[in-house]
């Protein structure tokens, strides 16, 4: 399930400064993430945003970012319509707070932020998978040791833009299962 929130609408202005006022909207978000579940996403839409400084960015994109390990684990935050402007500032804001996210463009899912290739390739498999996968399906599509899947696993579970679930195997043992936003 998807919940859209206006970051215009919510604010009220085409101009977004300071830490305070992110942390006043950080609050909203905060509310629609409480009341999803796991697997779904909240979408912050920047339609109509002009310009947001880094000291907005940092606390309220990195702040939320940070709430998807502890408070909302399993739930996906994704940004949308962002401008060319808007675009390099939040991703130079996540650059310096080595975190990534989720950018939706023309419902296309890419991550943004501190993105190393091998990110952007493990996530691709994922959100183009048709069903939760396995570490060990994911060392055999990249050709890749299971210790490198697993590093890259954590990396995407830690920022939340990858879900990390219980499963079962054929053989009826407990594993981890990954999966994206499905939207």
């Known amino acids: 399930m998807e919940k859209k929130i206006s970051l215009h609408q919510l604010s009220g202005s085409k101009q977004l400064w300071t830490r305070e006022k992110a942390r006043e909207l950080r609050q909203e978000i905060d509310k629609a993430l409480a009341s999803s579940g796991p697997g779904d996403a909240v979408v912050l839409d920047i339609e109509g945003i002009e310009v947001f400084d880094y000291s907005f960015a940092n606390e309220l994109f990195g702040k939320t970012i940070l709430s998807l390990t502890h408070e909302y684990k399993s739930r996906f935050f994704i940004v949308e319509s962002l401008s060319s402007y808007t675009r390099e ?41 048709t069903k939760p996968v396995t570490a060990t399906e994911l060392k055999d599509k990249l050709h890749i040791n299971l210790t490198a899947v697993n590093e890259r696993l954590s990396k995407l579970v830690q920022f939340g833009v990858v879900m990390r679930e219980t499963g079962i195997s054929g053989a009826g043992r407990q594993h981890y299962v990954y999966s994206g936003p499905k939207l």
Request: hydrophobic residues 40%; charged residues 25%.
């Open 89 to 129: 500032n939040l991703d130079k804001a996540l650059e310096s707070l080595n975190m990534i996210m989720i950018e939706r463009k023309q419902g296309n899912l890419t991550l943004i932020g501190k993105v190393h290739p091998a990110d952007n390739q493990t996530f691709d498999l994922i959100k183009n998978s």
